[in-house]
């Protein structure tokens, strides 16, 4: 199982950016999925988490101006990133929860990192 993120990039203050995250390996479930951040010397901290009916949540950072959303026959979880402002500057992460069958055919349930994807906001 692989979660592979995208679409960091460097963006001025009040542009836009689209984060995507997509989960591969012979899955069959993904629950939750979510974004975090890590900024320089700070703690990673939750963006926002979408379940697999489609609940979201945010963290206080992004509401209003972050939309997260998945399309679960993609296998995919976005993040889309409006009025960006400098403090948004970090690595994002996606995370999933899911259930997969790993080479053997054994059934492993699991949270997932990806490896993260650098937002650098000027301003």
């Known amino acids: 199982v692989q979660l592979q993120a995208s679409g960091g990039g460097l963006v001025q203050s009040g542009g836009s950016l689209r984060l995507s995250c997509v989960a591969s390996?012979?899955?069959?479930?993904?629950?939750?999925m979510n974004w975090y951040r890590q900024a320089p010397g700070k703690q990673r901290e939750l963006v926002a988490g979408?379940?697999?009916?489609?609940?979201?949540t945010y963290g206080d950072s992004a509401k209003g101006r972050f939309t997260i959303s998945r399309d679960n026959a993609k296998k995919t979880v976005y993040l889309q990133m409006n009025s960006l402002k400098p403090e948004d500057t970090a690595v994002y992460y996606c995370?999933?929860?899911?259930?997969?069958?790993?080479?053997?055919?054994?059934?492993?349930?699991?949270?997932?990192w990806g490896q993260g994807t650098l937002v650098t906001v000027s301003g």
């Open positions: 995370y999933a929860d899911l259930g997969a069958m790993d080479p053997l055919g054994t059934v492993v349930v699991g949270k997932y």
């Open positions: 390996g012979n899955i069959f479930r993904i629950d939750d």
């Open positions: 979408i379940t697999s009916d489609g609940t979201r």
